[in-house]
């Protein structure tokens, strides 16, 4: 386990530190309409979705001639950055970082606007919901934070109240017969902060938000909701795989204000499928666990709105919406 961090954190000190490769220069980046394109995340800075995104921006330069600028425009859980770009000019020029919180705010609240009033662009990953809990608590496994929550009750930490997570949580809570409060915060930081403090028994959430922590030893990983192990921590196991029959990915893409030009599209689904072919980004999204999962206009709209309805079904069965 120790040399898998090491391994991963030195791998990505070599790759901060490398000079332009020649695969790099080789490049040569689309022209596209707009000089300055703006990236709207509801996440906080420092949030997964914000660290992300100035990572993605630094190849995304690669292939698309314009500059980036990430917007971190919080509040209502995600329902102000929806409204901001669903109230944008259709020209590209302001985009939305897609998660499966969109989704969520929309179906659990009533929102100005919602993720009806955007359009999917292009899907790029899906991320891991993973599990952990502080490394000196008494929980060596998954199995032993639910059997601590029929004695007595838990306390589960999530992101937000309208993040996938939630509803992982959620489905673990109700599949285990878990005595159980999910705690919902103002990032996933934030979670991390009360696992380790002790407030918490456990918490979720993706690589990014822990990483330092798991370096230094500070928390154990439990378990994943992907429905494979993970490649970078194959020792970690799956919620499925562990008896409970919940599979979860958090997908990452984009999305725009109605009516982009199709050229503005084409544009961002090529872009996509040559940065998760660019070799040094792969080497550190495989770092981030995440998963390369490219969807094109065409089909990622077909696939939000199948994860919408299975949201819908889930969200009214556990009779959080009617």
Not at 50 to 58: A, C, G, M, S
Not at 142 to 155: M, N, P, S
Not at 166 to 193: C, F, Y
Not at 282 to 293: D, G, S, T, W
């Amino acid at each position: 386990m120790q040399k898998d961090f090491l391994r991963g954190f030195l791998l990505l000190c070599a790759l901060c530190c490398l000079a332009p490769s020649a695969f790099a220069q080789s490049v040569r980046p689309v022209p596209y309409p707009q000089r300055v394109v703006t990236l709207v995340t509801h996440s906080s800075p420092g949030a997964t979705t914000d660290v992300y995104l100035r990572e993605l921006i630094k190849y995304l330069q690669r292939y698309i001639d314009t500059k980036f600028i990430v917007e971190n425009d919080e509040g209502g859980s995600g329902a102000k950055a929806i409204a901001r770009v669903a109230s944008a000019r259709p020209d590209g020029s302001v985009l939305y970082a897609s998660t499966p919180t969109y989704v969520l705010v929309s179906l659990l609240s009533k929102p100005t606007k919602t993720y009806r009033d955007l359009d999917p662009i292009v899907n790029l990953f899906t991320d891991s919901e993973i599990l952990y809990v502080r490394a000196d608590a008494p929980y060596k496994t998954l199995q032993d934070v639910l059997d601590r929550a029929k004695t007595r009750r838990g306390r589960w930490g999530v992101s937000n109240p309208a993040s996938q997570d939630r509803q992982s949580l959620e489905l673990l809570k109700r599949a285990a017969n878990a005595n159980v409060s999910v705690v919902s915060h103002d990032g996933g930081a934030e979670a991390v902060i009360n696992v380790l403090n002790g407030t918490l028994d456990m918490g979720i959430g993706e690589m990014a938000e822990f990483r330092a922590q798991l370096e230094g030893r500070k928390i154990r990983l439990l378990a994943t909701f992907d429905p494979d192990r993970m490649p970078a921590y194959p020792y970690v196991p799956t919620v499925k795989e562990l008896g409970y029959d919940i599979v979860l990915n958090k997908f990452r893409g984009f999305a725009g204000p109605k009516g982009l030009p199709q050229a503005i599209v084409k544009i961002w689904d090529d872009a996509a499928r040559k940065i998760l072919d660019d070799p040094e980004y792969k080497k550190l999204y495989f770092i981030e666990n995440m998963v390369p999962r490219y969807l094109p206009h065409e089909q990622y709209g077909p696939f939000i709105a199948r994860f919408v309805q299975d949201t819908e079904i889930f969200l009214k069965s556990a009779g959080i919406i009617r």
